[in-house]
């Protein structure tokens, strides 16, 4: 059976199905949806990746798949993000020619997107600090009592 991960930010019209994509690894799409939820915090996105092992997975290149999530994404946070991990090649900003018909780019997004996994490591929340563990690709997100 596969995972049925729904994720989603406020603001999204709809959840986005990440199974089809993945055994329940955290992918940069992933990332870019979730946001710290602990009571007060104001400053809950994007979380920080702090990454101790990362693999990469293949997944059929779908150029039409990414033009759809483009607009889902925060593509500063993305990028930022890319960076972090040490991975190189994505654009400042987008363009809608680059969406339509530039090859090296799609591809270079759709790895960054889809085929990189951090196995293991945390999210930090911007805010406070906070560590949630990513472990064997799930990040744990749960909230203590008092964070509630």
Request: proline content about 5%; hydrophobic content about 35%; charged content about 30%.
């Amino acid at each position: 059976g596969g995972c049925s991960c729904r994720t989603t930010r406020p603001g999204d019209e709809v959840g986005v199905g990440l199974n089809h994509l993945h055994d329940c690894a955290m992918k940069l799409l992933t990332h870019n949806l979730l946001e710290c939820h602990i009571k007060g915090v104001t400053n809950k996105y994007p979380f920080l990746v702090e990454a101790q092992q990362v693999e990469q997975t293949e997944v059929d290149f779908n150029p039409d798949f990414l033009r759809r999530m483009y607009p889902k994404l925060d593509w500063k946070a993305f990028k930022d993000t890319a960076e972090g991990l040490k991975l190189e090649g994505l654009p400042d900003s987008v363009t809608e020619e680059m969406l339509k018909s530039d090859e090296a780019f799609l591809r270079a997004f759709h790895h960054i997107l889809l085929e990189v996994d951090v196995e293991e490591g945390a999210l930090i929340c911007p805010e406070t600090g906070r560590r949630f563990p990513i472990v064997k690709g799930i990040p744990n997100l749960l909230l203590n009592e008092d964070e509630c």
